[in-house]
């Protein structure tokens, strides 16, 4: 069963860090293009980033360029979203979803909320 | 390339037809995905490709359209069905989502 667990997530204050983990079991993880999309309180959804398979290429919306890195770690099945220079805007539910075009799966979510 | 959903909120009795619209600001040829969401719940897949159901999701969902113009036809609301439904282009980056369609009991 294709499995995608988001942790990592919690309270920062404006301008500060958060790291979000996915751990991905049931499928080739190595293979498949990752992605992070999240889903502010109440709202709708927005795609922030997106990693390839391969050679790691990365994609992000513009909001997040510059603060916010994906990464991955194939031996151990993991999907990292690094967020710096947090602003109140980021407060969303985090979603891990594989795939990197359409998301055929998604995790639970992780909460960030970014207040002082 | 910004996606506008209509109507906003649909109400529809059980075992009705309901037809959601998916407009894009710009030619994305077929690559549409529908997503349905459940309060408290991950969106779930049901289509891409525009018209291509997604693994497990039953025949009464059906997507259809090309270029701008999108639709996804639920053919006989059942009450599981009731819920929020976003379309999503990824022909261009950044990929993007509509705004939603709620489908509500009437």
């Known amino acids: 069963e294709v499995q995608v667990v988001e942790s990592g997530g919690g309270l920062a204050q404006p301008g500060g860090s958060l790291r979000l983990s996915c751990e991905a079991s049931?499928?080739?993880?190595?293979?498949?293009?990752m992605s992070w999309v999240r889903q502010a309180p109440g709202r709708g959804l927005e795609w922030v980033a997106g990693?390839?398979?391969?050679?790691?290429?990365?994609y992000y919306t513009d909001s997040v360029k510059g603060r916010f890195t994906i990464s991955r770690d194939n031996p151990r099945n993991t999907l990292f979203l690094q967020m710096n220079r947090l602003r109140a805007e980021d407060t969303a539910v985090y979603y891990c979803a594989k795939e990197g075009l359409y998301f055929d799966h998604w995790g639970q979510g992780a909460l960030v909320t970014v207040s002082s | 390339i910004v996606m506008t959903q209509s109507p906003v909120t649909l109400s529809v009795s059980p075992g009705e037809r309901a037809t959601l619209s998916c407009r894009a600001s710009q030619t994305v040829n077929s690559n549409l995905a529908w997503y349905q969401q459940k309060p408290g719940q991950a969106p779930r897949l049901l289509i891409y490709g525009a018209s291509t159901r997604a693994t497990d999701i039953p025949a009464r969902f059906s997507g259809s359209g090309s270029g701008t113009e999108f639709t996804l036809t639920i053919s006989s609301l059942q009450s599981e069905d009731f819920a929020v439904y976003f379309c999503?282009?990824?022909?261009?980056?950044?990929?993007?989502f509509g705004g939603g369609t709620k489908v509500e009991i009437k």
């Open positions: 990693i390839s398979a391969t050679f790691s290429h990365t």
């Open positions: 049931g499928f080739m993880f190595p293979n498949s293009p």
């Open positions: 999503q282009q990824y022909d261009k980056w950044p990929l993007t």
